[in-house]
């Protein structure tokens, strides 16, 4: 198998979840918000608030553990995972991890975001 037939292969982790639970997590999460800003701060919120650290993931190949979540910078909309790799911690923006399962109590609100985030 070829490089580019495992990436036309390769789903997001968000495809094997019940999409209705992802809508009621991103509905939950934006029933008071008002413009994208407050849709943000709500997400990110209910992810703070209901995701459970630590948690498989894997990014680019290597499986990695994610400790917490970190408000971005530099980037308006964005949501950083911090992640443990090697024994040492660094943050990946949220859209370039793949969960693996189990999947961790909360993850809903995570694929909310990523769901929110593709529709910008």
């Known amino acids: 198998m070829t490089a580019k ?4 292969q390769a789903k997001p982790w ?5 999409q209705d639970v ?8 934006c029933v008071d918000a008002y413009g994208e800003d407050e849709q943000h701060t709500g997400l990110l919120t209910l992810i703070g ?3 459970q650290f630590p948690f ?14 970190k408000w971005p ?3 308006t909309y964005g949501l950083d995972l911090v992640c443990e790799i090697d024994g040492e911690e660094h943050c990946i923006e949220a859209r370039s991890v793949e969960l693996l399962p189990p ?8 694929a909310a975001y990523l769901d929110w ?3 910008l």
């Open 5 to 8: 037939t495992r990436k036309a």
């Open 14 to 18: 968000t495809n094997k979840l019940d």
């Open 22 to 29: 992802v809508q009621e997590a991103l509905e939950e999460a």
């Open 49 to 51: 608030d209901e995701l």
């Open 56 to 69: 498989d993931a894997r990014v680019m190949g290597q499986t990695i553990q994610v400790v917490d979540m």
């Open 73 to 75: 910078e530099n980037d």
């Open 103 to 110: 999947f961790p109590e909360g993850h809903q609100f995570l």
């Open 117 to 119: 985030r593709r529709r």
